[in-house]
């Protein structure tokens, strides 16, 4: 996905100010983070250096040919916005190769403001699927939280306890999703045979689903938080009120899958993951660019009128 300027009047989960804008970064994405060579990255790189194919203008010298160059990680990231951020909010648009001490805290700041932008993201989409009085205020009250030390100066925002506001959102995400997936999981379904007890448990929080067949499997309302997905077969599957909090879905097939109604979905999890046009998406997320182009799959007329927790 190439990152394009934020629209002031999208207010959908994970656009707006959540979104990246790299032609007002200083590509911190290609500095402040390491990676190891490996399957995602062609080189080793240290943390707060420049990345080999970064150019003088901060962009990307091989941006069009990341994946057949073996810099595949590069094609999922996503700072959630944090990158503009930084360079234009906290640093007032001077760059790091313009003012060189300024580097070590600015590749702090960003490493702190992406996950605090992915966790403004995360109760956007939390806002919207809660369903009592109280979980959505809740999530409003922990927004505001979390959006005040995000909107904080460079010294409060090194200085935030950044864990606690994880553990805080980690847990009023639970509820939202417990309250979204009420009614989904919790009895014997009687869609595809899949109703004994040993194999509805292996669809939970942090299973290990590596190359699953998961085709015809009813995942509605499933908690698969954490699990591990990688090249699991999803085609066609149906992931409403699916919780897919930090699940690992690279190279998950996910043609004709339908993710509208998934929870806690991000765009490097799509970005990670293989799929086509036939793939439905919640708002906010876009198809990657290196997903197969095919017209979208009609879906049957039972299918869209899901949203009744009784067709699931």
């Known amino acids: 996905m ?112 992406r996950q605090l932008h992915e966790m403004l993201w995360l109760l956007g989409q939390a806002a919207v699927r809660a369903y009592g009085p109280d979980t959505a205020g809740d999530v409003r009250h922990l927004a505001g939280a979390v959006r005040k030390v995000a909107d904080s100066g460079l010294e409060d925002l090194l200085a935030a306890d950044v864990e606690s506001l994880h553990r805080r959102v980690g847990e009023t995400l639970r509820v939202v999703s417990e309250e979204a997936r009420a009614g989904y999981f919790g009895k014997e379904s009687t869609h595809g045979g899949y109703s004994t007890p040993s194999r509805r448990a292996s669809l939970e929080a942090g299973a290990d689903l590596a190359g699953a067949d998961l085709r015809g499997i009813p995942l509605c309302g499933a908690d698969l938080r954490g699990a591990c997905l990688i090249a699991a077969d999803l085609r066609g599957a149906d992931l409403t009120a699916t919780d897919l909090l930090g699940a690992d879905l ?34 906010g997320l876009e198809q990657p660019s290196h997903w197969v182009a095919s017209p979208p799959a009609q879906a049957p007329t039972a299918r869209r009128k899901r949203l009744d927790r009784r067709d699931c």
């Open 2 to 113: 190439k990152p394009t300027a934020p629209s002031s009047t999208d207010n959908s989960p994970g656009r707006g100010t959540l979104r990246p804008d790299c032609a007002h970064c200083f590509a911190l994405c290609c500095t402040a983070f390491g990676f190891a060579r490996s399957a995602d990255f062609a080189i080793d790189k240290p943390p707060a250096t420049p990345c080999a194919n970064l150019a003088a203008d901060f962009s990307c010298t091989i941006h069009d040919r990341l994946r057949p160059r073996g810099f595949t990680g590069c094609t999922v990231f996503d700072c959630f916005g944090a990158g503009q951020a930084v360079s234009q909010r906290l640093f007032h648009g001077v760059s790091w190769r313009d003012n060189p001490d300024s580097a070590a805290g600015m590749f702090a700041a960003f490493r702190v403001l």
């Open 250 to 283: 690279r190279d998950a097939r996910l043609d004709g899958a339908d993710l509208a109604g998934a929870l806690f979905l991000t765009q490097p999890q799509v970005s990670a993951a293989r799929g086509s046009g036939s793939t439905s998406l919640p708002a």
